[in-house]
């Protein structure tokens, strides 16, 4: 594994300060984190998990509201399997830096933020510091970021796994009027405003019922997390945020940009999905030239959040995904190099 520069030294060495952990979530063994600062200033906060790699790296992009310290799990089942793990907190959650006075609001005005901030992160931090090559796991806001990068990130990554893409939101109004209430909330000037959830920040929300895992026991994990930590999460969207999701999702639906992603991309559906549509990921996959789709029947939104009988599927599938073009290109390759 390459060496990392003096400069990535320093800024790893504050992980004591960076990374925050309970009993039920103990910081993996090994870990650096450090923060990155933005073209316009603010702080990203970052963390690489080095391990005895023989598959390269998994550059892990969380979903809406979620934090680092949420994969901790999902490192240490990365790192029995032969990979090293990198991931950042989005721009407006976690621990970078918010967008907006009030912290609880879950804010952006565009997804090009987070694709930009992705992009720094892979030139600053990902190709400079970590072991390739690299696959990219996304989840819900992530992956979506995951796929309007897609173009740019055809030489940087081998393949993406992509577990429930934001690419259609469920709910209560029809997608239609949703829709065109944020647009015109966000041409009056009120893109701040919370259009859902409100603030629930550091409020104990009780397992039942919820629309993100059945397992009791990684689901009460989390609230200790959020209850401890506070101050890494946000409240309900605001109207610019669920405005620009939408703008991105209309975005990679395009027939022509789908046409420019060349990544090999594996989808991972949830069965039991509340939050986006299933019925869209799977359509979606079809459209694609280089792309698979997996549904785990019975599993809710955060598939790698869940239990154990859909999380292994999950992982097992990504696991296959992954290695399978590092093993095809070994075997391809002549005796002796």
Known sequence: ????HSRERARFSVMADLLRRTPENPVPIGARAGMMTARDGRQIRYAHFPSASDYGTVVILPGRNECIEKYFETVRDLAKRGFSAVALDWRGQGGSDRLLRDPRRGHVRSFNQYVTDLDQFFREVVLPDCRPPFTV????????????AAPH????VRRMVLVAPLLE???SLPLGPARA????????GLGRIYVAGRSKRGKEVPFQPNALTSDEKRYNRNQALVQAFPELFVGGPTAAWVNAAWSAAARVSDPDFRASIRVPILFLAAGMDRIVSTPAIERYAR???SAKVLTIDGAQHEILQES?????????GFEAFAKGHQEKTRASEPVGM
């Open 308 to 316: 154990d009988i859909f999380r292994e599927q999950a992982l097992a």
């Open 287 to 289: 459209g694609l030239r």
């Open 1 to 4: 594994m390459a060496l990392y």
């Open 169 to 171: 939101i469920q709910t």
């Open 181 to 188: 209430l944020t647009k015109l909330l966000c041409t009056l």
């Open 153 to 156: 990130l055809a030489t940087r």
């Open 137 to 148: 796991l996304g989840h819900s806001t992530g992956s979506l970021v995951a796929l309007l």
